[in-house]
């Protein structure tokens, strides 16, 4: 069998990392589109691409016993057409949204569809689903599988999560799985996610986390920025820009059993005594 082999690109200090001459984040963007989109093209080829237990790899054969470390019941991954998981998370954002019928969801870089298609069940046919993903190769695929899967309420839409394209106040929850630590301005991402909200509406988040500085060598290092380690901020960082920018009822909840899976995530990085998967959950208050 071929393996897919991501591009070799020559790594140089990423943006908004701690300290450092940094890369522009446009050249951030297009590397990490690159690798993402290596993994969805590999997917569709039933090949494998980099570490199939990671947020940046799949594997030829999906691997269910990870997605159910993640958080997802048997139920959830069965219940999807073939290709919309990928394995592309840190956790469940499912398990936090509490999803009501009839409410309008945004899922932050949708990736193959997965969590937006669990989301469709929930809200119903009076609801709506929207996937944003600046990946086109993800984007092709998320609306492959929302064609075969007969999902009229999921929209899926070529977008950066930094410049969400819908207007304000049209969404009740947000959710997103693994992706905003990729993101050169973590900030920015939090602002719009403010913005798109209505009134009273959430957010339901799985992420990572850092929770003491990474070390020089792990900042600077490209395999494991788009393994979603090295891009991580702390806790009391992640809730200071949701505090400044209005939001309320912010619960950051680290999982520590996560450290089992992020350890195979790149295998002897020690990624698992730096970071950590957590919930985040918090309001846009004035309902």
């Not at 997802?72 to 592309?88: C, D, I, T």
Request: charged share 25%; aromatic share 8%; with cysteine.
């Amino acid at each position: 069998m071929d393996y897919y082999q991501p591009p070799q690109v020559e790594y140089v200090h990423y943006v908004n990392v701690r300290g450092g001459q940094m890369k522009s984040s446009e050249r951030v963007k297009h590397e990490l589109r690159e690798a993402y989109g290596g993994v969805a093209e590999a997917d569709s080829k039933k090949e494998c691409c980099g570490n199939g237990r990671s947020c940046c790899g799949v594997s030829s054969k999906p691997d269910e016993t990870y997605s159910q470390e993640l958080g997802y019941s048997k139920e959830e991954l069965r219940s999807v057409p073939e290709g919309s998981n990928m394995g592309l998370g840190c956790g469940n954002p499912q398990a936090i949204a509490e999803l009501k019928a009839g409410e309008v969801v945004l899922d932050l870089g949708a990736g193959g569809g997965f969590d937006a298609f669990l989301s469709s069940k929930r809200v119903g046919f009076q609801g709506k689903v929207y996937g944003v993903d600046m990946t086109p190769e993800m984007l092709s695929k998320a609306r492959e599988n929302a064609k075969k899967g007969g999902y009229d309420n999921v929209e899926f839409l070529l977008g950066e999560i930094e410049h969400i394209p819908l207007p304000n106040d049209t969404v009740d929850v947000i959710i997103s799985n693994c992706v905003i630590n990729l993101s050169t301005d973590k900030e920015q991402v939090f602002k719009e996610a403010f913005r798109v909200l209505k009134k009273g509406g959430r957010l339901a988040i799985s992420d990572m986390v850092a929770y003491k500085p990474l070390p020089s060598e792990m900042v600077n290092n490209k395999e494991l920025y788009c393994n979603c380690i090295s891009g991580a901020m702390t806790i009391g960082e992640l809730k200071s820009i949701l505090a400044r920018i209005g939001f309320t009822e912010i619960v950051v909840e680290p999982q520590e059993n996560s450290r089992m899976f992020i350890k195979d995530w790149v295998p002897g990085s020690d990624a698992e005594n730096y970071v950590v998967s957590v919930k985040i959950k918090a309001v846009r208050p004035g309902a």
